[in-house]
């Protein structure tokens, strides 16, 4: 996958694969959507963070661990540059 290294929704759908953090794909667009702006408002957002954008969203396949490990995954990686 080509990706910029400061793509949010990148990082995050790399995340997400990499962590199984979504048992379908209906809600993923929505979660990436929030993840975007959410990154685009804060370059390391903090697990309270993440947890409220996780909340407000219309997820209802998984627990939100999953999700909440993949953004925190995706915000690592974000501020290490990888």
């Known amino acids: ?5 400061r793509d949010p929704a990148s990082d995050l759908e ?13 809600c993923r667009p929505e979660l990436i959507a929030a993840a975007r702006a959410l990154f685009t408002r804060t370059e ?3 697990r309270d963070e993440i947890r409220a954008v996780i909340v407000e969203s219309s997820c209802l396949c998984t627990t939100y661990k999953p ?9 690592r990686w974000r501020e290490e540059g990888e």
């Open 14 to 26: 790399r995340a997400l694969d990499a962590t199984g953090g979504l048992a379908c794909l209906a």
């Open 44 to 46: 390391k957002p903090t």
């Open 1 to 5: 996958m080509t990706r910029s290294p």
């Open 67 to 75: 999700v909440l490990e993949a953004m925190l995954l995706a915000a």
